[in-house]
């Protein structure tokens, strides 16, 4: 098992910049794709981004498509996303996840199996 650890949230205005980091610990996540989700209450969580094992490989929900940028750093265990012209809309915890598969990245919710504990993100309008 993995455990992950979210940074980097915070309050920003709309049109703001945020990136967020995520640090694995306990196993090398270098051969496993990696996403990124939010949450708001009430709301199921979403898929926002996803990256292959390899970096090769980028996907994002239509709604983040053009703003956001994930990345990662394989030798440093570690998973970003960039968030750039951010909305009051995209205010939520945002959880770090990785895919429980090998050589795989998936875009949905069941395809992961570990979670980071999630960082809130705020835009005001």
């Known amino acids: 098992q993995v455990q992950l650890v979210e940074s980097g949230g915070g309050l920003v205005q709309a049109g703001g910049s945020l990136r967020l980091s995520c640090v694995a610990s306990?196993?090398?996540?270098?051969?496993?794709?990696m996403g990124w989700f939010r949450q708001v209450p009430g709301k199921e969580r979403e898929f926002v981004a996803a990256?292959?094992?390899?970096?090769?490989?980028?996907y994002y929900a239509d709604s983040v498509k053009g703003r956001f940028t994930i990345s990662r750093d394989n030798a440093k265990n570690t998973v970003y996303l960039q968030m750039n012209s951010l909305k009051p809309e995209d205010t939520a915890v945002y959880y770090c996840?990785?895919?429980?598969?090998?050589?795989?990245?998936?875009?949905?919710?069941?395809?992961?199996?570990?979670w980071g504990q999630g960082t809130q993100v705020t835009v005001s309008s």
């Open positions: 990256i292959s094992w390899n970096g090769a490989s980028t």
């Open positions: 996840a990785a895919d429980r598969r090998t050589l795989r990245t998936g875009v949905r919710r069941d395809e992961y199996d570990d």
């Open positions: 306990g196993r090398s996540i270098s051969i496993h794709g």
